[in-house]
């Protein structure tokens, strides 16, 4: 296993268009995090699962954005309709445990709408 | 809004030590962490600290915690141009189900 694994690295999109992002965690971790990173600031929450149920929902994370992880393996990211302030690296993470001490990252997906 | 808070820069002779500092606000903090982000890429965990704890060293790296303050440092020792990056601290508690909360970010720039 190679760690955590984001697809794609990067993207550019038409505002208006969806973007859909994938993330595969590291095999049997149960726990996946993802976090939104605008420039020159730190990771910001959004949503998390443990296992296949999304436990929670940042209030940064509008109506026009939705994740899944379907069959508690990988993940996926959709935004709707995207508009510029949506430009942004978007970063998954995982865990095999809640309390486990280390969470991993993926290298991100660096969104960029023009 | 961030809750824990760093300062933004950090500039240091190529052999010197660094020192990026970092507060917390949440006293229940199980752990802190130390990550670090080079330009185009993901989050690499450095170090990290249980908040039972004082002191931890990894090779180059020292990290202290002053609970007391709230108050946790990460210092490197001689410090190479390879060193030059982000450095974000986080921390992780039972009461916030263990998510992580991130910093702003120390850039550190090493000079020859």
């Known amino acids: 296993d190679t760690g955590v694994s984001q697809n794609p690295r990067h993207k550019i999109t038409k505002r208006g268009q969806n973007v859909t992002f994938r993330c595969d965690p590291i095999?049997?971790?149960?726990?996946l995090y993802w976090y939104r990173q605008t420039l020159g600031q730190g990771p910001e929450f959004l949503t998390y699962f443990q296992n296949e149920a999304q436990l929670e929902k940042s209030r940064l994370l509008s109506d026009r954005f939705s994740a899944e992880r379907p069959k508690g393996s990988f993940s996926t990211l959709e935004i709707q309709r995207t508009e510029q302030g949506d430009s942004a690296m978007y970063l998954c993470a995982s865990s095999l445990d809640p309390r486990d001490t280390e969470a991993f990252f993926g290298q991100g997906t660096r969104l960029t709408v023009v | 809004g961030e809750d824990v808070e760093q300062s933004l820069f950090l500039s240091v002779r190529e052999g010197d030590s660094s020192v990026i500092n970092c507060t917390y606000t949440?006293?229940?903090?199980?752990?802190l962490y130390w990550y670090k982000q080079e330009p185009g890429a993901g989050l690499q965990l450095l170090t990290y600290?249980?908040?039972?704890?004082d002191m931890k060293q990894d090779q180059r790296l020292t990290v202290l915690l002053n609970k007391k303050d709230k108050h946790l440092s990460l210092r490197i020792a001689d410090t190479q141009t390879g060193d030059s990056a982000i450095y974000f601290c986080?921390?992780?508690?039972?009461?916030?189900?263990?998510?992580?909360?991130f910093g702003a970010g120390t850039t550190v720039t090493v000079r020859a």
């Open positions: 600290i249980f908040s039972n704890m």
């Open positions: 986080a921390e992780r508690t039972p009461s916030n189900d263990y998510k992580l909360s």
């Open positions: 949440d006293s229940s903090s199980t752990y």
């Open positions: 095999s049997e971790h149960n726990r």
